[in-house]
């Protein structure tokens, strides 16, 4: 039987994706980043090992220790646990991070999956195990946009991309074609707090895909967490980029979304 790694932080992306790796016949071997993954991930896996995320070392060596030569990787891993010395990253951590060029989300994690490569585990694309999750095109809730959201999602969408490009963030909040707010290090819902706050009633937020997106990792992800923080700032409109992003338990959140009098748009610039 085939064995798959899954190195998995926070949010319910890596229970649906050891789910479809055990639905298509792999073993699943979990590392449960501590402080971040769910406890529940447990009973989706056939194993799991519970590890600091510094520790980088730790593990790679349970992986190897399990016979695991393929892994993916799913989950939030916030790079804002590096400046609030919320981890003590071990010895090869903190070579990896001294070697770097910058600190910049693909630098990490593209030397990351350099590592594993040396220690013969192939990291694997997250849309291999996912592709059940990934947004549809088109309108997915009863209340379409306003020709005004129209303009703002096709306003954000470039900015959206532009930022992507630089590596700074994946998600933009705009109003009346003006730009609320930008995501960097702090993430898409204290983005969407910031921007919404700002933007008073009506915000659009705009998540896509970087247009180098190595889909190994950081594929862009919303679900029910997103959702509750748009109707929080009472957001208006969500537009994922169609095809490149996944949505996480989609019925649910459509129906949340009705609810709420909050428009979905899987979207893709033409």
């Given at each position: 039987?085939?064995?798959?790694?899954?190195?998995?932080?926070?949010?319910?992306?890596?229970?649906?994706?050891?789910?479809?790796?055990?639905?298509?016949?792999?073993?699943?071997?979990?590392?449960g980043l501590e402080p971040l993954a769910d406890k529940n991930l447990a009973s989706f896996t056939d194993d799991i090992k519970w590890i600091n995320v510094g520790k980088?070392?730790?593990?790679?060596?349970?992986?190897?220790?399990?016979?695991?030569?393929?892994?993916v990787m799913a989950g939030k891993v916030p790079k804002l646990l590096l400046y609030k010395n919320s981890i003590r990253p071990d010895m090869r951590a903190i070579k990896l991070l001294f070697r770097l060029k910058n600190k910049s989300d693909d630098?990490?994690?593209?030397?990351?999956?350099?590592?594993?490569?040396?220690?013969?585990?192939?990291?694997?694309?997250?849309?291999?195990?996912s592709s059940g999750l990934m947004t549809p095109e088109g309108v997915l809730t009863n209340k379409p946009p306003s020709k005004s959201e129209w303009k703002d999602i096709v306003f954000g969408w470039k900015i959206a991309k532009e930022i992507g490009g630089l590596d700074i963030g994946q998600t933009v909040?705009?109003?009346?074609?003006?730009?609320?707010?930008?995501?960097?290090?702090?993430?898409?819902?204290?983005?969407?707090k910031r921007g919404g706050k700002l933007a008073g009633k009506g915000a659009v937020?705009?998540?896509?895909?970087?247009?180098?997106?190595?889909?190994?990792?950081?594929?862009?992800?919303?679900?029910?967490?997103?959702?509750?923080?748009?109707?929080k700032v009472q957001?208006?409109?969500?537009?994922?980029?169609?095809?490149?992003?996944?949505?996480?338990?989609k019925e649910e959140m459509i129906k949340e979304a009705d609810r709420a009098g909050i428009s979905i748009v899987g979207y893709t610039a033409t």
């Open positions: 039987m085939k064995k798959l790694g899954l190195i998995s932080g926070s949010g319910e992306l890596p229970k649906a994706v050891a789910y479809e790796a055990r639905r298509k016949g792999y073993t699943v071997f979990a590392i980088l070392g730790k593990i790679i060596e349970a992986l190897k220790k399990s016979g695991i030569t393929e892994a630098s990490i994690l593209l030397a990351i999956a350099d590592e594993l490569r040396k220690e013969g585990i192939t990291l694997l694309n997250t849309t291999e195990f909040v705009v109003k009346d074609q003006a730009v609320m707010a930008i995501e960097a290090i702090e993430g898409t819902d204290e983005a969407i937020v705009i998540k896509t895909s970087k247009p180098r997106q190595d889909i190994r990792f950081d594929v862009p992800v919303v679900g029910s967490d997103t959702l509750s923080t748009m109707i957001a208006r409109l969500l537009a994922v980029e169609s095809g490149k992003s996944i949505i996480i338990n």
